[in-house]
């Protein structure tokens, strides 16, 4: 089974950037797409970042879009998330999924996804 543990979060300005890391166990990193997803206090779970397995993909939601970025490094089995310019609307804990690329889910739903992080802590002061 897979596991993933994020890691990179804080507080921080809004304005400031924070770069968050999800490193993942296992032989077949590689062949997983992968997604960052968030969730704040009384809110659902949603979507950020996705990028495919090859990393030549990327998908964003438009409530980010333009200023965080995600990247993966399949030799080190890790996927970032780059962070810049963020807004006290951040505020949230950040999750990273793993994609087995099995489900026909579309990409944004949390059950596509078939292992996560535990999470961590983004949080973005006025």
């Known amino acids: 089974q897979v596991q993933l543990v994020e890691s990179g979060g804080g507080l921080v300005q809004a304005g400031g950037s924070l770069r968050l890391s999800c490193a993942a166990s296992?032989?077949?990193?590689?062949?997983?797409?992968m997604g960052w997803f968030r969730q704040a206090p009384g809110k659902e779970r949603e979507f950020v970042a996705r990028?495919?397995?090859?990393?030549?993909?990327?998908y964003y939601a438009d409530s980010v879009k333009g200023r965080f970025t995600i990247s993966r490094d399949n030799a080190k089995n890790t996927v970032y998330l780059q962070m810049n310019n963020l807004k006290p609307e951040d505020t949230a804990v950040y999750y990273c999924?793993?994609?087995?690329?099995?489900?026909?889910?579309?990409?944004?739903?949390?059950?596509?996804?078939?292992?996560w992080g535990q999470g961590t802590q983004v949080a973005v002061s006025s």
């Open positions: 999924a793993a994609d087995r690329r099995y489900s026909g889910a579309p990409y944004y739903q949390s059950n596509r996804y078939d292992y």
């Open positions: 296992g032989r077949t990193f590689s062949s997983y797409d």
């Open positions: 990028i495919t397995w090859s990393g030549a993909g990327t």
